[in-house]
């Protein structure tokens, strides 16, 4: 977890590791942006909207299943809601619940970077963060010891 002064910062960072990974840099499984506005309420700002992508999903199959039976627009309506219920009670990644516990303690009007990495090319990466000139304080990682050292002295330096 990295933190940030404001609340543009984190957004930021998601994009430039976003586009990072298209560049074949590094593979995440999970990227989330926390921010805390100025009365304290938290917001997870999650990559993937998996109740979209559940509806989306569950209206192909709804069709299909009402072409069966010969209710087509009964089928997707039934296949979207369903997909959507699925998508929304469903969590991949970083647990939403974890993410809520740590932000609980972010100073109000601050952000901060959740992220769940595969794999990356460090070197490459960690000099990318450098030239763009990311700030942040990295609070939690399960990082080996040199590599977190390493991040804290991209970003904390």
Do not use: C
């Not at 309506?77 to 932000?103: P, Q, R, T, Y």
């Not at 990311?134 to 040199?146: E, M, P, W």
Request: aromatic share 6%; charged share 25%.
């Amino acid at each position: 977890m990295i933190e940030f002064d404001d609340q543009v910062a984190a957004f930021q960072m998601r994009a430039e590791l976003a586009k990072m990974e298209k560049e074949y840099l590094l593979e995440m499984d999970d990227i989330v942006v926390v921010t805390k506005n100025e009365k304290g309420k938290v917001k997870l700002h999650q990559a993937y909207n998996l109740t979209t992508a559940g509806a989306a999903s569950g209206s192909v199959w709804g069709l299909l299943i009402g072409m069966i039976f010969l209710n087509p627009l009964l089928g997707v309506a039934v296949g979207a809601g369903a997909g959507a219920l699925s998508g929304k009670l469903h969590d991949i990644g970083i647990n939403d619940k974890f993410m809520k516990e740590l932000a609980a303690d972010l100073t109000n009007g601050t952000s901060a970077l959740f992220i769940l990495v595969r794999h990356a090319t460090g070197e490459k990466v960690f000099e990318r963060l450098k030239q763009k000139g990311f700030k942040g304080k990295v609070l939690q990682t399960s990082l080996n010891v040199d590599t977190e050292d390493e991040l804290r002295k991209v970003l904390e330096s």
